[in-house]
């Protein structure tokens, strides 16, 4: 199987509605938007798992490397996330959407992943969490999709 590379040519791009200036600044807030979010979830799942470091030493051998994972598989994530924001942010005045598309699929990946979270959080303990998070990525989804929806070429 051979992995088909676009060329420059083949780029979807988009072209502002006649104000550059408004698609720069959507943009960069989409960018900067993506790592906000990315700092709030670090600092969340750091006070997560805070209090656990002391029950580190009962667990045994597979429970820690289960834990050790989950853990890489959200430092990826995290990682990935402050990424695509970095680079919508450098890429605010391309007309190109490819970095659009990168945040839109970390974005609805977040958004499904913050509302599992909520709808656990929910039935396990009664009570609604705080959808900050949520409605953030909501605004941050509408204002990907609008940037999207641009004329074209």
């Not at 550059?20 to 943009?27: G, M, N, P, S, V």
């Not at 050790?68 to 450098?90: K, S």
């Not at 977040?110 to 396990?124: E, G, Q």
């Not at 009570?127 to 990525?137: C, D, Q």
């Amino acid at each position: 199987m051979s992995v088909h590379v676009p060329t420059p040519e083949h780029v979807p791009v988009s072209t502002p509605d006649n104000d550059a200036a408004k698609t720069i600044k959507a943009r960069t807030s989409v960018g900067i938007g993506l790592m906000v979010f990315t700092v709030l979830t670090t600092v969340g799942s750091f006070l997560l798992y805070l209090p656990y470091l002391s029950v580190l030493d009962s667990l045994t051998g597979a429970e820690r490397a289960e834990q050790a994972g989950f853990i890489a598989l959200n430092v990826c994530y995290l990682l990935a996330l402050l990424g695509t924001g970095i680079w919508n942010v450098a890429a605010r005045r391309s007309p190109s959407k490819v970095p659009l598309l990168a945040a839109l699929v970390m974005t609805l990946l977040a958004l499904t992943m913050s509302v599992v979270n909520t709808v656990d959080a929910v039935v396990t303990t009664g009570r609604l969490p705080g959808v900050f998070i949520t409605l953030l990525l909501v605004a941050l989804l509408i204002q990907i999709i609008k940037l999207l929806r641009a004329k074209r070429v």
